[in-house]
């Protein structure tokens, strides 16, 4: 059973860092890694999606990588902004029935 | 402006009452999907449908019913039978191309609380 984990669970850094949240997953036999931002109270947000086959997408400020092998995505965000206060969560695609399979979450806040 | 509608944003049940909760899409995106978010325990996928007039359970079923009438339309009912329905509910949906099905898109959500 596939089973998606990120760590850690709430991150707490200085306006302007870089710093890069892990997605981990147990089955490596998956059709997409796709990563959400989150608001409090706010529907999900897709931020980059990472086809199974690629090994990193970018948008902006963020990079996100993909390492099937291993299990193992990251998300890296440059120059971190207190805008970027949110949560950001993981999901797998792991059938061809589009269903993704979620981690609990990194609560991420940026402080001026 | 093309998107996914969820209403209402809030809505209160009292026991023993069904709900029903609205997703319409005009993506034109073929699959949709209800999921729970409690806190805590991140989200979990209830109902999905792939096609009109068929869905399938999710890991968390019981206690729900959808229909897919339209192809923009997933409507969810919590039923009394749902026993602890307090969360919040997350719609979904995803075009199926080349093959496979692509990048999910969320509505903002509805949060459901029983009094």
């Known amino acids: 059973k596939q089973e998606v984990t990120q760590i850690p669970a709430a991150l707490s850094v200085p306006e302007g860092e870089n710093l890069v949240l892990n997605c981990s997953f147990t089955?490596?036999?998956?059709?997409?890694l796709q990563w959400f931002r989150q608001d409090p109270g706010k529907g999900l947000t897709s931020l980059l999606l990472?086809?199974?086959?690629?090994r990193e997408q970018t948008s902006g400020r963020l990079n996100a990588s993909l390492d099937k092998s291993s299990g193992r995505s990251t998300l890296y965000i440059a120059a971190s902004q207190p805008g970027d206060s949110a949560t950001y969560l993981c999901?797998?695609?792991?059938?061809?029935?589009?269903?993704?399979?979620f981690g609990q979450g990194t609560t991420l806040q940026v402080k001026p | 402006d093309g998107g996914i509608t969820q209403s209402p944003k809030y809505l209160f049940r009292k026991e023993g009452q069904n709900v029903t909760l609205s997703c319409e899409q005009n993506?034109?995106?073929?699959?949709m999907y209800w999921y729970r978010q409690d806190p805590g325990q991140g989200l979990r996928l209830i109902y999905y449908?792939?096609?009109?007039?068929?869905?399938q359970k999710g890991d968390i079923a019981e206690g729900y019913s959808v229909s897919r009438e339209k192809k923009e339309s997933f409507p969810l009912t919590v039923t009394s039978a749902q026993k602890n329905p307090t969360a919040f509910y997350l719609c979904?949906?995803?075009?199926?191309?080349?093959?496979?099905?692509?990048?999910?898109?969320f509505g903002p959500g509805t949060r459901l609380t029983v009094l």
């Open positions: 990472i086809q199974s086959s690629q």
């Open positions: 993506l034109n995106h073929d699959a």
């Open positions: 999901a797998v695609q792991a059938s061809n029935t589009g269903k993704l399979i």
């Open positions: 449908s792939q096609i009109v007039n068929d869905f």
């Open positions: 089955d490596s036999a998956i059709y997409n």
């Open positions: 979904a949906s995803t075009p199926f191309r080349t093959g496979s099905y692509n990048e999910q898109f």
